[in-house]
């Protein structure tokens, strides 16, 4: 097997027609790899999305051709998957106003060029999802686009089948949350092109890595809210003096138990299914 890349958190290896996608235990803040691994995270990410792929197989196929057949040393963090063409968007749902997408709000009342409800705070419910891509920078920070320019990237099919398909993905999962006592505020998605042209999901889908997760009990507008998931190394990292340039610093022990023990709580709580690492 060649390595073929090497991610912020995931490394590819090419196998014949196939790959291996393999989530390592690596966590980055701001596009930057932090020095300190959070032990199971690889393996949560990769089971938590299989998970996943289970429940959105009827809405858009996706990537994997085997969670078994991989070599031992990454058994349980590793995916066989199809070689797909990667489409250079970042298909993102928001049902809440978080993160980015509160800051590009509070520019000028829009996000990627959907107007919003005057007078929203953070965490506020919007009135029903809304699709917000953005560029996938190899080098520097996502871009907010419009769906125009979704258009003009992929043309008009593609982008309006998956722009249903994201906020499809997003609804089914929010609802799926919202059972087990969990609001997914916003997911971001990765599509690409199959060898027969298919529209395929790839990546990863509704993990604490790609999404906002919050307790349902404990979701209160106006201000930031308890995370299980990325947010709270992010967090904690926005309260260092660190110009977020690399080298990362150093994650804190007590730092690394409580994230772990976040993606650990995010799974359980969503697939029913007691962590064993």
Not at 183 to 205: C, M, N, P, Q, W
Request: net charge negative; hydrophobic share 40%.
């Amino acid at each position: 097997m060649e390595l073929v890349h090497s991610g912020k958190v995931r490394d590819v290896y090419a196998d014949g027609d196939e790959l291996i996608l393999v989530a390592t235990d690596r966590v980055s803040v701001y596009d930057v790899v932090l020095p300190t691994p959070i032990p199971d995270k690889g393996k949560i990410l990769t089971q938590l999305s299989l998970w996943w792929f289970e429940q959105l197989a009827d809405i858009v196929p996706n990537h994997v051709v085997s969670a078994t057949d991989v070599p031992d040393e990454w058994r349980g963090r590793a995916i066989r998957c199809q070689r797909l063409t990667m489409l250079p968007v970042e298909w993102i749902a928001r049902g809440y106003l978080a993160g980015l997408g509160l800051k590009e709000y509070e520019k000028g009342g829009a996000v990627s060029g959907v107007p919003l409800p005057d007078a929203l705070v953070e965490a506020s419910r919007l009135p029903e999802p809304i699709f917000t891509p953005t560029t996938k920078a190899t080098v520097g920070h996502d871009e907010f686009i419009t769906y125009d320019d979704v258009v003009q990237e992929i043309g008009a099919d593609a982008a309006a089948r998956l722009k249903d398909v994201t906020l499809d993905v997003y609804r089914r999962g929010a609802a799926l949350a919202a059972e087990r006592g969990i609001v997914i505020a916003d997911t971001k998605l990765e599509f690409g092109r199959a060898a027969d042209g298919t529209l395929v999901l790839g990546d990863e889908v509704l993990t604490p890595d790609s999404s906002r997760f919050w307790p349902a009990d404990q979701w209160k507008p106006g201000g930031p809210q308890h995370s299980l998931d990325k947010q709270y190394v992010r967090d904690w990292s926005g309260g260092l003096d660190w110009d977020r340039t690399p080298p990362g610093p150093p994650i804190p022990q007590d730092v690394v138990d409580a994230t772990r023990a976040r993606y650990i709580e995010v799974y359980e709580r969503l697939t029913g299914n007691r962590w064993e690492s």
